[in-house]
């Protein structure tokens, strides 16, 4: 009898051992992150483009539906990460052949590569809110650096228990750094197609 006591008790010390370990008490650190995770509302957020023709206009577009999410503690910029992808098999200029055009290997190899995404690895906190986020774009198969402007995040509204924000961040790229090799000169000795593209992105991010 006085050996089933003495396990009871070596036992009930063990787990109290283990409840008062920092790793028993950092189990419930996932449900937080789960809480800070926003997501793209793709109906209302958008992906576009800017690029010189002929180094006189510039033609617009947008680049495709955008999808992903963020994660934000709603208050301290310096939280924020994002994981974006763009469909860029629905790119669109408003004009069909051009749009096809930018579709095949010449431009984005869409067939084989149908989306361009983008991982953010660091923030840097600047003034009013607004902040720069370094991370990773890839497209086709090409993956590089990036640094993207970010607007100070809209005041958050609630409605009908969910919760909205938004913001507009801004990057410009050289598309040949992305096998976006498509080149014709003119007379003039220009490029028909600039190879800075300017990359604007509206967000508008939900939560439960």
Same mark, same amino acid.
Do not use: C
């Given at each position: 009898?006085?050996?089933?006591? !003495?396990?009871?008790? #070596?036992?009930?010390?063990?787990?109290?051992?283990?409840s008062?370990?920092?790793?028993?008490? #950092?189990?419930?650190?996932?449900?937080?992150?789960?809480? !800070?995770?926003? $997501?793209?509302?793709?109906?209302?957020?958008?992906?576009?483009f800017?690029?010189?023709?002929?180094m006189?206009?510039?033609?617009?577009?947008?680049?495709?539906?955008?999808?992903?999410?963020?994660?934000?503690?709603?208050? !301290?910029?310096?939280?924020?990460?994002?994981?974006? $992808?763009?469909?860029?098999?629905?790119?669109? $200029?408003?004009?069909?052949?051009?749009?096809a055009?930018?579709?095949?290997?010449?431009f984005?190899?869409?067939?084989?590569?149908?989306?361009?995404?983008?991982?953010?690895?660091?923030?840097?906190?600047?003034?009013?809110?607004?902040?720069?986020?370094?991370?990773?774009?890839?497209?086709?198969?090409?993956?590089?650096?990036? &640094?993207?402007?970010?607007?100070?995040?809209?005041?958050?509204? &609630?409605?009908?228990? $969910?919760?909205?924000?938004?913001?507009?961040?801004?990057?410009?790229?050289?598309?040949?750094?992305?096998?976006?090799?498509?080149?014709?000169?003119?007379?003039?000795?220009?490029?028909?197609?600039?190879?800075?593209?300017?990359?604007?992105?509206?967000?508008?991010?939900?939560?439960?």
């Amino acid at each position: 009898m006085k050996s089933v006591v !003495n396990v009871m008790v #070596a036992a009930a010390a063990v787990v109290m051992m283990m409840s008062a370990s920092p790793l028993a008490q #950092a189990t419930p650190a996932a449900p937080v992150a789960a809480a !800070n995770t926003w $997501t793209i509302d793709g109906a209302h957020s958008a992906a576009n483009f800017a690029v010189k023709h002929m180094m006189v206009s510039t033609v617009r577009g947008v680049l495709g539906p955008v999808t992903g999410s963020i994660v934000w503690d709603g208050k !301290n910029v310096a939280s924020v990460s994002a994981d974006v $992808t763009i469909d860029v098999a629905k790119i669109s $200029t408003g004009v069909a052949q051009r749009d096809a055009h930018l579709r095949t290997l010449d431009f984005f190899a869409a067939d084989q590569f149908p989306t361009m995404k983008f991982k953010s690895k660091k923030v840097i906190s600047g003034a009013n809110g607004a902040f720069k986020l370094v991370g990773d774009l890839t497209i086709r198969d090409v993956t590089k650096e990036v &640094t993207l402007d970010v607007e100070a995040p809209a005041a958050i509204v &609630t409605s009908q228990g $969910t919760q909205r924000t938004a913001t507009t961040a801004t990057t410009t790229i050289n598309r040949f750094d992305y096998n976006l090799k498509w080149n014709q000169l003119i007379e003039a000795g220009g490029a028909i197609v600039g190879a800075d593209v300017k990359v604007t992105i509206d967000l508008e991010v939900t939560r439960k």
